[in-house]
């Protein structure tokens, strides 16, 4: 039985598909699984699934109606935990693809270190090859270390793939179906539960900056399941006692709330989310107030104009502080 299943979910990826699962077929660790979900694709990728299953007896194909990123997902899981005894999952979304040293770096990091979770760097490519490997570097962080951090991977440590999963964390745990940033309402989840992370510090995924992907598309009103995802984990962490989690989650709230409402508001088809946005908006400032992460409320006065558009309220503010300031230097 072997010992890593590696999910590929398959949706409209036909020019993409080959790319991939040749960079997976050519790992250097070849003790592995590949499960394909075709996610009710409309083009050839069903077919092209069947064909890499004829090609190599590792590979297994999932066919079902389409249901989006998470339903596939959770379809691979659920079909590993049913029929299958390999001890880790990983994860590679099908427009990307993989270093030769991806599963090996990363089960290395996992035994290694004794951790339930590996991570790797990722490299944002619009078609430029990965960097070679040099030396493979493996750290050992706790889970805030890890999922907090600005400095691992430029901060992008939410995300479902780059990373190798102990079976036991998916016991109870699924991906939402139907939600945009499905990773930001689970991957904290799974890291917190494993406590440590073994990390290889060298990028050994390539992320496609795809130019028809639905995360470089304009604004629409499911990009608001983002402030959804972290308003969990602003509860999480909280319930948890893990300030260093509540900080991350709440600056992310504060700053994605911002954004969303100013990119709603360039488009008149979805000015009517304002209110809505506004009122997040306001709820991450009202947070920012209670638990006082940023040292003066000038540096996000940004926040606060948006959220409250009053010109007179913003004018008497001004006033205000510029009085105080030349009382204070008297």
């Not at 596939?72 to 099908?94: C, H, K, M, P, Q």
């Not at 107030?289 to 959220?307: G, L, N, P, Q, T």
Request: hydrophobic content about 40%; overall charge neutral; some cysteine.
């Amino acid at each position: 039985m072997a010992r890593i299943s590696v999910i590929v979910p398959v949706y409209k990826v036909e020019i993409y598909l080959h790319r991939c699962v040749e960079s997976i077929f050519h790992q250097t660790f070849q003790d592995f699984e590949l499960i394909l979900v075709d996610d009710g694709s409309p083009d050839n990728c069903g077919a092209l699934c069947d064909a890499y299953a004829r090609q190599d007896s590792r590979v297994h194909v999932i066919h079902q109606e389409n249901g989006g990123l998470s339903a596939a997902r959770n379809a691979g899981i659920d079909w590993v935990l049913a029929n299958s005894e390999t001890e880790y999952l990983a994860f590679v979304d099908s427009d990307d693809w993989v270093a030769p040293e991806y599963l090996e770096l990363l089960y290395r990091a996992v035994t290694e270190c004794g951790c339930l979770i590996s991570a790797c760097g990722l490299c944002r490519t619009t078609g430029e090859e990965l960097p070679p490997v040099k030396q493979g570097t493996i750290r050992k962080l706790t889970a805030a270390d890890y999922y907090c951090s600005e400095t691992i991977h430029g901060g992008v440590t939410a995300v479902a793939w780059n990373k190798l999963y102990h079976r036991a964390l998916f016991k109870s745990l699924r991906y939402p179906v139907g939600k945009l940033h499905e990773d930001e309402f689970t991957t904290y989840q799974l890291v917190y539960q494993a406590g440590q992370v073994g990390v290889v510090l060298e990028p050994l995924y390539a992320y496609y900056q795809n130019p028809q992907g639905i995360m470089l598309s304009s604004w629409n009103p499911r990009r608001m399941h983002l402030l959804e995802a972290v308003g969990e984990q602003i509860v999480f962490a909280r319930e948890n006692d893990h300030p260093e989690l509540l900080k991350k989650a709440a600056e992310q709230y504060l700053y994605c709330a911002h954004e969303q409402l100013r990119m709603a508001a360039a488009s008149p088809e979805t000015r009517t989310y304002l209110p809505a946005l506004r009122r997040h908006l306001r709820k991450a400032l009202a947070l920012e107030r209670k638990e006082r992460f940023f040292s003066r409320e000038r540096d996000i006065h940004w926040a606060y104009e948006e959220a409250y558009p009053c010109r007179i309220l913003w004018f008497l503010v001004g006033s205000r502080r510029k009085m105080a300031e030349k009382r204070g230097k008297k």
